[in-house]
């Protein structure tokens, strides 16, 4: 069974989003966020992905035409390489976001936004608890000692 997650961005006070299918649990998807899309730019490049089945540690290899080409985990595997057209989804409030999260089973939405110190910053909700991410995964740490 799959751990159903969405992926955003805020800027100009909305927010664009994708959706990702695999591994949307905090010591997977929560983790590559924080260690590999912690910049504003890269993020809205993977956002240009549209819809993921998996995040990798990084954007989709060039070159590459086909989904099942990805194989190894280091890439993002768009669905757009299947043919499909799933663009990221663009909401007026987080309100609209978290409810189109519940709409595909979302357990986990992850926001790249501005935390009260003006700078970019991941955060987290789970099942309606909003956190920072670097202070859930350190949550997590602690609780798997």
């Known amino acids: 069974?799959?751990?159903r997650?969405?992926?955003a961005i805020e800027y100009d006070g909305k927010f664009e989003s994708i959706y990702c299918h695999n591994d949307g649990y905090l010591g997977y998807v929560g983790r590559k966020l924080q260690e590999h899309y912690d910049d504003p730019v890269k993020v809205r490049e993977l956002m240009k992905l549209g819809d993921i089945s998996s995040l990798g540690d990084d954007l989709k290899p060039k070159g590459v035409q086909k989904f099942d080409d990805i194989t190894d985990g280091k890439f993002c595997r768009p669905y757009s390489l299947r043919g499909e057209d799933c663009p990221s989804q663009f909401?007026?409030?987080l309100k609209q976001l978290y409810e189109r999260t519940e709409n595909c089973w979302g357990e986990f939405l992850y926001v790249y936004m501005k935390d009260y110190d003006g700078i970019y910053s991941w955060f987290v909700w789970e099942i309606g608890e909003r956190n920072r991410l670097d202070v859930a995964l350190?949550?997590?740490e602690e609780e798997r000692r």
């Open 91 to 93: 909401d007026d409030t």
């Open 5 to 7: 997650s969405r992926i």
């Open 1 to 3: 069974m799959s751990t």
């Open 138 to 140: 350190k949550e997590l």
